[in-house]
């Protein structure tokens, strides 16, 4: 059974991590060493490559919690965060479109007519949300406020679309004070961040395409231009065709 944590132990947690915990790169450079030294084809590597580092992430921040003696407080169906501005490269986009396109034919058809529906309903809604500068400090509060799910949340179950391939800021994101924190308030304080791991996860995904780059690969992106190009999810999904044709 979960013990939530006050706001001040949260603090200590994050005061403990910060001066004494230490991530292993080794883990990530596995997974880099592994997939450029096997035979994949090049499309199998990058997408393999992007799955395993978004999970090598979560697998961190378990090894971090283990050190902590934290856990999480976040339960499935639990969607308050599904409601904050995610924002990713291009690369990321591009690679998550792709990702989908594999699924079975049944879910992703699924994802298809959901976004059909999502794109079609949210109309005023995501034209506010688009606009905004998602470089201001304001604006994640704003975006919240105007009650806009992510085109990857299910309506009916209130779970991610595609969990598996979910980006970082879905995954760093986690609670462990009690739940009903989320429930009422839009930005609660007592949440807790990994954002950190973000450069991990991208310098991994970096080595992985720079090597086939210059190995005269064809990539599924357009390198590194597409690894600084950000935008809101919303707004990739929106214009996939367009992003999948500029390469995929």
Not at 47 to 54: M, T
Not at 94 to 122: D, T
């Amino acid at each position: 059974m979960s013990v939530y944590l006050t706001h001040q132990e949260i603090i200590e947690k994050c005061a403990s991590i910060n001066e004494q915990y230490h991530v292993n790169e080794q883990f990530f450079d596995r997974i880099i060493d592994e997939l450029l030294n096997s035979e994949l084809p090049t499309e199998d590597v990058i997408l393999n490559g992007f799955e395993q580092l978004l999970g090598e992430v979560d697998h961190e921040i378990g090894r971090i919690e283990a050190f902590a003696g934290m856990e999480a407080s976040c339960f499935k169906g639990c969607a308050f965060c599904c409601y904050f501005p995610i924002v990713i490269t291009k690369m990321e986009a591009k690679m998550m479109l792709r990702a989908i396109e594999r699924f079975p034919k049944e879910r992703k058809e699924y994802i298809y007519q959901h976004w059909e529906g999502y794109f079609g309903g949210e109309t005023d809604k995501l034209e506010t949300a688009m606009a905004m500068d998602f470089n201001n400090e304001e604006t994640k509060l704003a975006y919240k406020q105007l009650n806009v799910p992510c085109p990857m949340l299910d309506p009916e179950t209130h779970t991610c679309l595609a969990y598996e391939i979910r980006p970082i800021p879905c995954r760093t994101y986690l609670n462990y004070a009690d739940p009903k924190v989320c429930a009422e308030n839009d930005l609660p304080k007592e949440t807790f961040s990994y954002e950190f791991l973000y450069e991990y996860y991208m310098g991994a995904m970096n080595e992985i395409l720079q090597a086939l780059y210059e190995n005269g690969e064809d990539l599924l992106v357009n390198y590194p231009t597409d690894l600084w190009e950000y935008d809101y999810l919303p707004a990739w999904i929106m214009k996939r065709n367009e992003v999948m044709e500029d390469e995929l």
